[in-house]
């Protein structure tokens, strides 16, 4: 599947101040929610809803819902869940799993620590949050964890993607689909993203 870029002026601005090192972690933080719903948006295009009947103040009708039940958020810790809010707002009757990594500073490999998901993650839709999409190992590591968990349908939200983690993923699961608000030009010797943002966790907690 070819990785789906929003291409939007509003997008286009919302980035142009998450990108700035001169803004703030509140605002930083909010963007970075703001900007996880739009791709939350553009990744439910697909989705399938079920025929229901209602009764507004004027009359009754036949019309069709979404089945929150069938999906589940799982934001890569801890960037990831700067992204969570955005994205429950709009289906906020997902289950939510965690999976934790870190990257390790001299091999640039991620090391995972923590994976909790619900139990029932195999008959779920899966959402995979991270902000960044930089090698592409973290990615690559939680959608195996969550293939190993029986899950069947997986999509990868984040905001800032490098070609070489595009490249990976979709070479290792071309089923995933990638949605990133941006993909950027390349990784630099320390394997951060060139022109990017910086570390996107400690933006979002304000750690650095």
Do not use: W
Not at 183 to 200: F, R, S, T, W
């Amino acid at each position: 599947m070819k990785t789906i870029e929003l291409n939007h002026p509003l997008i286009e601005h919302k980035l142009a101040i998450l990108r700035d090192k001169k803004t703030g972690t509140k605002e930083f933080r909010e963007l970075v929610n703001e900007i996880g719903m739009f791709l939350c948006y553009e990744a439910m295009k697909d989705a399938k809803l079920v025929k229901t009947e209602i009764e507004t103040p004027i009359c009754k009708m036949k019309t069709a819902k979404l089945d929150e039940d069938k999906y589940a958020f799982v934001p890569i810790l801890r960037a990831g869940m700067g992204m969570l809010d955005g994205v429950i707002s709009v289906i906020p009757n997902a289950k939510v799993g965690h999976i934790g990594m870190y990257r390790n500073e001299e091999t640039f490999e991620p090391v995972n620590y923590f994976f909790k998901v619900p139990k029932d993650i195999q008959k779920r839709e899966v959402i995979i949050l991270d902000p960044m999409l930089a090698t592409g190992g973290s990615g690559l590591d939680a959608i195996d964890l969550l293939k190993s968990k029986g899950v069947k349908k997986i999509k990868f939200l984040c905001i800032i993607a490098a070609p070489e983690g595009i490249k990976l993923i979709e070479k290792k699961h071309p089923d995933v689909q990638i949605y990133c608000a941006h993909i950027d030009d390349h990784l630099n010797e320390n394997k951060y993203i060139v022109p990017g943002l910086g570390d996107a966790g400690d933006r979002i907690f304000g750690t650095k």
